[in-house]
C-alpha cells in the first residue's frame, strides 16, 4: 500500500470517528484508565506535542503535495518511525522543495533590489547567500536523517544499561515484561520512554502480549543497533526456555552480546577515525592558517576585492559552520558506551556556579568570566575607544593625534595597534575558558568520586554475596563486608545499613532505601541505586537467591568496565591527535599567521614610504619607476586587511575551532557528559589563548623589529 492510499484511508477513518467518544469515558465517574496510564500519555503528549518541523511539514504538503519516490521512503521511512514524528516522506520532500523554493525566490528579489541600487551588497556576498536557498532546502530534507542518529547517540549508553537491568531482573524472576517494567522504570531518557510505551501498548490492548509489542518496537530500531535488537531477542528466547542451564546462558549471551558488538563496533569506528581527523586537522587549522598569511598580502594587490566582510564570512561563519558539521556526521556512528549517571540532577553540585567555601556561598560564574575579560581586554576597548583607526594609518588618521599608548608622537606603533585587538580576543577567551571551570569544577569533582565508587561496587557487591553464600545472616554479612572493603569508599554503603539494622532495627529495604537514614542518600548514583532494587527483588526468594544476584551482577558490572576500558585504547592514537591539535598546533600556528601578516603589512608600508622619498626626490619622471609602479600598486595599502582586524577574525575563528575540537574530543571519550565536557573546553581556551597570544607577540616582535631596523 503506497503512501497515498495510506493517507486516504486514515481520512476515512478519521471521519467514521469523528463524535465517537473513546475511552476512558466521560461518566462521571473516577472509573477509566489508571493513574499512572494517564501521567504516561501526558508526558507521551508532551514529547509528542507536533513541534515546529512537524508543522512546516504538513503546511507545505498541503500546498504542494508531492509524492515521495521509492528512494525517499527508504530513506526517511526508518529515521521517521523511530523519531514517532507525525509526518511522512511525502509531506518532508514538500517542505524540503517549497522552503528551497521560498528562500530563492527571497533571494532573486534581494538580489535584483541590491543590483538597482548600488550595488550597495558585493556580488560575491550575494552568491554566497544564494547558497543559503539550497542549503536549507537540505536541511529540511535531512533533518529527520541526523535526528534520528543523534537519538541513537543519546541512547547508546542506555542500550546497554537497558539489558543489563533486564538480565538482572530476570536472573530472579523469568519474566519478559516485569524485566522491561524493572528497567523502565530506573532509566532516565529515550529509551526509558520507549520501554513505558511497550508496557502501555499492552496495557491499552494495542497488542495482545508483551512479546508482539516488543517486536512492534524493534522493527523502529532496525539497521540502527543490531546488536540491541539482537540483545533483546534473545532475552525473549530466554523467557520461552523452561531448561534452566540454558536460560541462565542464553541471559549471559544477551549483555555478551551487546558488550562484544560494542566493543567490535568500536574498533573499527576507532580505524575509521583517522582519516576524518586528518581532515579536521587540515581544514581546520593548516588549510586556513596559510590562507591567513597570505590575505594581507593578497588583499594589496587585489583591492577592494576581498573585504572585511569576505574574511568574516569565510573564517566565523562558513568555516565553523563547516567543521561543526563535519564533526556531528563523524559522532554520528560513534557506538553506544556507559556513563555514570546520578539519582538526579539535584544530587549533584549545579553547573555554572562557583562555591566560595569561607563564606560558604555559591556564586554564578558568568560575572567572573565577565570580568576577566573586562580586566584583559581593557588597554583594547580605551585604545579604540580613544584611536578608533587601525593600521596601515589613513591619511586622515595620520593627521589626528596618536596616543601615547599606541605610539605618541613618534607615529603609531604597529606592535602597539595589534596588542589592543589581541587584549580583546584573548580576554574573551580566557574569560570564557575560567567561567566554564570554575563553573563546573565542584560538579566534575562529584561525578568522578561518583564514578569511583561505581567502579569500586562490583568488587563490594562480590564480598557481600560471597558472605551471605556462606550462611551469614545479612546484618552480619554487612559488617564483614564492610571490614574486607575498609580500604574502598563503598564500604561506607555496608558500614551505615549494618548500623541502621543494629541500632535502629530497620530492615534490610529500609536500612538501604530509607529517605532520612538510608545507606544510599549518600550515594546518588543511579546503576548503585537500580542494583540494589534487584538485590532487594531477589532476597525476597532467599539469601541463596540474593547471593547469586550479587555475584552475578558484580560480574556484568566488571565486564562493562572492562569493556569501557578497552574503549578508550582504541582511541588513544585518535584522541592523542586531536589533544596536540587543541593544545599546540592550532593556537601557535594561528598566533605565526597573525604575527606574520603584522610583518608584511609593516615591511610593505616601509617600503611605500621609501619609494615615496626618492620618487620626492628624484622626481617621478626620473626615477625609472613607470605609472603604474611599484609605488602605485604599494599605494593599494588602503584597501590591505589590517593586522588587528586580521587578528579579531583568527581570535575569534581559534575560540570557535578549540570549542568544535573540545566537544568532538569529549564526545568520543566520554559521550554526552556535560561537565566533562565543559571543563575541558575551558582548558583548551585558557592554554589556546595563551600560546596563540605568546605565539603573536613573539614572532611580531621578532620579524618587526627586523623590518623596522632596515635602513631606507
Same mark, same amino acid.
Given at each position: ?82 523519531? @514517532? ?111 513505558? &510505551? ?75 577515525? @583517522? ?45 565553523? &559552520? ?88 613618534? &607615529? ?32 566534575? #569533582? ?78 546518588? $548514583? ?14 525476597? #526468594? ?11 551482577? $558484580? ?64 622626481? &617621478? ?92
Amino acid at each position: 500500500m503506497d503512501e497515498k492510499e495510506r493517507n486516504r484511508l486514515k481520512e476515512i477513518v478519521d471521519d467514521l470517528n469523528k463524535g465517537m467518544e473513546l475511552p476512558p469515558y466521560n461518566t462521571g465517574s473516577e472509573r477509566g484508565y489508571s493513574r499512572e496510564y494517564k501521567e504516561y500519555k501526558k508526558e507521551e503528549k508532551e514529547d509528542q506535542r507536533l513541534s515546529r518541523y512537524e508543522r512546516l511539514c504538513i503546511k507545505f504538503s498541503e500546498i504542494l503535495d508531492i509524492r515521495a519516490g521509492e528512494r525517499t521512503q527508504e530513506k526517511l521511512s526508518p529515521p521517521l518511525s523511530l523519531l @514517532k514524528w507525525d509526518v511522512t516522506p511525502g509531506m518532508v520532500l514538500s517542505a524540503a522543495v517549497g522552503v528551497s523554493f521560498s528562500m530563492f525566490a527571497l533571494w532573486a528579489v534581494l538580489f535584483l533590489v541590491n543590483m538597482l541600487l548600488g550595488p550597495l551588497i558585493p556580488i560575491s556576498i550575494m552568491v554566497i547567500a544564494g547558497l543559503i536557498a539550497v542549503g536549507s532546502g537540505a536541511y529540511i530534507y535531512y533533518k529527520p536523517v541526523y535526528d534520528a542518529k543523534n537519538k541513537v547517540i543519546k541512547s547508546s549508553g542506555e542500550m546497554i544499561l537497558s539489558i543489563l537491568y533486564m538480565v538482572i531482573y530476570m536472573r530472579s524472576s523469568p519474566n519478559l515484561e516485569g524485566a522491561i517494567r524493572f528497567a523502565g522504570l530506573n532509566l532516565e531518557g529515550p529509551i526509558s520512554k520507549d520501554l513505558k &510505551g511497550i508496557l502501555w501498548d499492552v496495557e491499552v490492548g494495542k497488542f495482545n502480549n508483551i512479546e508482539k509489542s516488543l517486536e512492534n518496537y524493534t522493527r523502529a530500531w532496525k539497521n540502527y543497533n543490531d546488536d540491541f535488537l539482537e540483545s533483546l531477542q534473545l532475552l525473549k528466547a530466554a523467557v520461552n526456555e523452561p531448561n534452566k542451564e540454558r536460560r541462565e546462558s542464553l541471559l549471559q549471551d544477551s549483555i555478551d552480546r551487546i558488550l562484544d558488538g560494542t566493543q567490535e563496533k568500536m574498533k573499527h569506528y576507532a580505524q575509521g577515525l @583517522k582519516t576524518p581527523v586528518m581532515i579536521l586537522n587540515a581544514m581546520g587549522a593548516m588549510l586556513p592558517v596559510l590562507g591567513m598569511i597570505m590575505l594581507p598580502l593578497i588583499s594589496v594587490f587585489m583591492g577592494s576585492s576581498i573585504t572585511i566582510t569576505h574574511l568574516f564570512l569565510t573564517f566565523n561563519i562558513m568555516l565553523p &559552520g563547516f567543521l561543526y558539521w563535519f564533526m556531528q556526521r563523524i559522532l554520528s556512528s560513534r557506538p553506544p558506551t556507559v556513563s555514570s549517571k546520578p539519582t538526579s540532577e539535584e544530587s549533584l553540585p549545579t553547573r555554572g556556579k562557583y562555591l566560595i567555601e569561607s563564606l560558604n556561598i555559591e556564586i554564578p560564574t558568568w560575572p567572573i568570566g565577565l570580568g576577566i575579560f573586562m580586566f584583559i581586554g581593557f588597554y583594547g576597548i580605551v585604545g579604540y575607544l580613544i584611536f578608533p583607526y587601525t593600521y596601515p594609518l589613513s591619511e586622515g588618521a595620520q593627521e589626528a593625534s596618536i596616543p601615547v599608548i599606541l605610539g605618541g608622537s613618534d &607615529g603609531a606603533s604597529p606592535l602597539a595597534m595589534l596588542m589592543r585587538s589581541l587584549s580583546i580576543t584573548s580576554g574573551l577567551g580566557l574569560g570564557i575558558g575560567t567561567a566554564l571551570i570554575l563553573g563546573n569544577k565542584k560538579r566534575k #569533582k562529584a561525578e568522578e568520586n561518583l564514578r569511583k565508587i561505581e567502579q569500586q561496587f562490583p568488587t563490594a557487591l562480590f564480598q557481600l554475596g560471597n558472605k551471605i553464600s556462606g550462611g551469614t545472616p545479612i546484618e552480619l554479612a554487612l559488617e564483614e563486608a564492610a571490614e574486607s572493603t575498609s580500604d574502598l569508599e563503598i564500604s561506607d554503603l555496608f558500614k551505615e545499613s549494618s548500623r541502621n539494622i543494629r541500632d535502629m532495627g530497620m530492615t534490610f529495604e529500609k536500612s538501604i532505601f530509607d529517605e532520612s537514614y538510608g545507606s544510599l542518600r549518600n550515594f546518588p $548514583s543511579q546503576m548503585i541505586h537500580t542494583v540494589m532494587k534487584a538485590i532487594l527483588k531477589s532476597s525476597d #526468594k532467599g539469601t541463596h537467591m540474593a547471593s547469586m544476584a550479587m555475584m552475578t551482577i $558484580s560480574k556484568y558490572l566488571d565486564n562493562i568496565h572492562k569493556t569501557q576500558e578497552r574503549l578508550n585504547d582504541l582511541m588513544e592514537d585518535t584522541t592523542t591527535t586531536i589533544l596536540m591539535l587543541a593544545y599546540l598546533l592550532a593556537p601557535i600556528v594561528s598566533g605565526i599567521a597573525v604575527g606574520m601578516s603584522q610583518t608584511i603589512i609593516t615591511a610593505m608600508y616601509e617600503l611605500s614610504n621609501s619609494f615615496s622619498e626618492i620618487e620626492g626626490e628624484i622626481g &617621478g619622471s626620473q626615477s625609472g619607476v613607470s605609472e603604474p609602479g611599484f609605488t602605485g600598486i604599494l599605494g593599494n595599502l588602503d584597501t590591505a586587511i589590517p593586522p588587528e582586524v586580521l587578528q579579531f577574525v583568527v581570535g575569534i575563528y581559534l575560540i570557535q575551532l578549540l570549542f568544535i575540537l573540545g566537544t568532538f574530543y569529549m564526545k568520543i571519550r566520554e559521550g554526552e557528559n556535560k561537565t566533562y565536557r565543559n571543563m575541558f573546553i575551558g582548558k583548551i581556551l585558557i592554554s589556546g589563548m595563551i600560546f596563540y597570544s605568546l605565539s603573536l607577540i613573539i614572532v611580531s616582535v621578532l620579524f618587526g623589529s627586523i623590518v623596522q631596523g632596515v635602513p631606507t
